[in-house]
């Protein structure tokens, strides 16, 4: 009973409310959410010239129904531009890519854990530009309660980020993460995550099989709507070691990539 009390007046000396609910996300049924991406890739491998990217994209989530504490997302890739330009000078414009307007689907629970995805009905082969291993935008919170006041918590879940690749890869994930800005009546405003994850992505045709292992060192800041409780901004950088190996090859190549991003939302409500 004694460290209750204790527990109870640091969190009223710190000016913590102890009655403070858990945050979860709060998106709703109809609601969408429309984000634009912009990007930087390096992107290195095995004595190849260096890739530089620009990237431009605009997603679009859509809370098709929820059943209490269970979401079911559409996200589609609404547009996509990039510019490349390699360390020997050559240079290129992409824009126009086949998962454009095509709706992958996440069942998940208001804490951001997974619990089923539909990959893209596309059936093509496919990586988007910016990588197979890119950044959820709804990050797994703390599975007990998200509030002001916590301490850290870590989260380690398994997940096929069906946004990035056709077929989906597999990512196993670790977050460690805090809510370090709240509002005065510990609406939490800001969470700050750092992430180390390992990522599988194989690719098979009729021909070969290409399977890619990737190391994942990331962190983010997510800036919250206070009203909503969604991300209204996230910026979020990343280093990627990895491996890439064809079922014939006697070794893997090896490379690398870094990519800063900053995703914020233009656009929010019901439909």
């Known amino acids: 009973m004694r460290v209750v009390v204790v527990i109870e007046l640091l969190f009223v000396a710190c000016g913590w409310s102890i009655a403070q609910e858990c ?3 709060g998106v709703q049924p109809g609601m969408h959410l429309r984000y634009e991406v912009e990007a930087y890739d390096t992107v290195t491998f095995d004595g190849q010239p260096t890739l ?3 990237r431009n994209e605009r997603w679009l989530v859509v809370c098709d129904s929820s059943r209490g504490d269970t979401l079911h ?3 589609r890739l609404e547009l996509f531009e990039a510019r490349e330009v390699t360390s020997d000078g050559d240079s290129s414009m992409r824009t126009g890519l086949p998962a454009i307007g095509h709706a992958v689907h996440i069942v998940m629970t ?3 854990q997974r619990l089923s995805v539909e990959p893209l009905p596309t059936r093509q082969l496919s990586i988007l530009p910016g990588g197979a291993f890119g ?3 709804l990050l797994p919170l703390d599975s007990f309660c998200t509030k002001c006041g916590r301490l850290q918590w870590i989260s380690e879940q398994q997940d096929t980020t ?3 690749a056709f077929p989906p890869p597999t990512i196993e994930r670790m977050f460690i993460a805090t809510v370090d800005s709240c509002t005065a009546d510990g ?3 800001r969470i700050t995550y750092a992430e180390t994850s390992r990522g599988v992505h194989i690719l098979r045709t009729e021909r070969f099989a290409l399977q890619t292992v990737a190391l994942i060192l990331a962190n983010g800041v997510v800036m919250l709507d206070p009203a909503d ?3 209204r901004s996230i910026a979020y950088s990343q280093h990627i070691r990895f491996s890439a190996k064809h079922d014939d090859d006697h070794s893997p190549r090896y490379g690398q990539q870094r990519t800063a991003l900053h995703i914020r939302l233009v656009q929010s409500g019901n439909h």
């Open 23 to 25: 945050f979860q996300w």
């Open 52 to 54: 530089f990217r620009h």
């Open 73 to 75: 997302l559409s996200q």
């Open 110 to 112: 208001r804490r951001g």
């Open 135 to 137: 950044p959820v935008l």
């Open 162 to 164: 069906v946004e990035y």
């Open 187 to 189: 609406t939490p405003l």
């Open 229 to 231: 409780h969604v991300p």
